[in-house]
């Protein structure tokens, strides 16, 4: 089983990213709290955690309103 992350702009479809594959979803969780910074400056607004063709979940990279 291979985890990967799905890229979305603020319309809600997909954007480019990093081509990255995790073995587990600790992996890819690990990889995205170290990288989402650099994924919301390049347009990412939200990802989804995807293994193999099924969404575990979605998350936005937005900050929140406080």
Do not use: H, K
Not at 35 to 58: H, I, K, Q
């Amino acid at each position: 089983m291979a985890w990967s992350w799905r890229y979305e702009g603020a319309d809600g479809t997909a954007v480019e990213g990093p081509a990255e594959s995790f073995s587990s979803q600790a992996d890819a969780e690990s990889w995205i709290g170290q990288t989402w910074r650099e994924l919301a400056a390049s347009g990412v607004t939200s990802v989804a955690l995807v293994e193999d063709d099924r969404v575990e979940y979605r998350m936005s990279l937005l900050p929140t309103a406080e």
